[in-house]
Nanobody
Framework: QVQLVESGGGLVQPGGSLRLSCAAS????????MGWYRQSAGEERDLVAT????????KYGDSVQGRFTISRDYTKNTMSLQMNNVNPEDTAVYYC???????????WGQGTQVTVSS
């Protein structure tokens, strides 16, 4: 079983920056896909950014391209989302996500709230 814990959410003003982190209870070598999704009130859960094992460029949602950056640290089993130039539309609960290499099972963190004030 895998547990994911997000941190770093909070209140930020438009144009500001925020950095989210996700810590996994297992090695990141267990996962072939990892990333961040978000869900606003009354909306579906949408892609923010993902990384795939083996390299390659990160995949970003269109609305965050150029503003957010995803990174991971295999040594620390942590993943981060750097959020720059945020706007009120970025207000959502942000979820950490991983997919297991062998089983294909997916795991989600509990979510962390990001609120961008006007």
């Amino acid at each position: 079983q895998v547990q994911l814990v997000e941190s770093g959410g909070g209140l930020v003003q438009p144009g500001g920056s925020l950095r989210l982190s996700c810590a996994a209870s297992r090695s990141f070598f267990s996962f072939n896909v990892m990333g961040w999704y978000r869900q606003s009130a009354g909306e579906e859960r949408d892609l923010v950014a993902t990384l795939t094992a083996g390299g390659g460029s990160p995949k970003y949602g269109d609305s965050v391209q150029g503003r957010f950056t995803i990174s991971r640290d295999y040594t620390k089993n942590t993943m981060s989302l750097q959020m720059n130039n945020v706007n009120p539309e970025d207000t959502a609960v942000y979820y950490c996500y991983v997919r297991n290499w062998n089983s294909g099972e997916e795991y989600w963190g509990q979510g962390t709230q990001v609120t961008v004030s006007s």
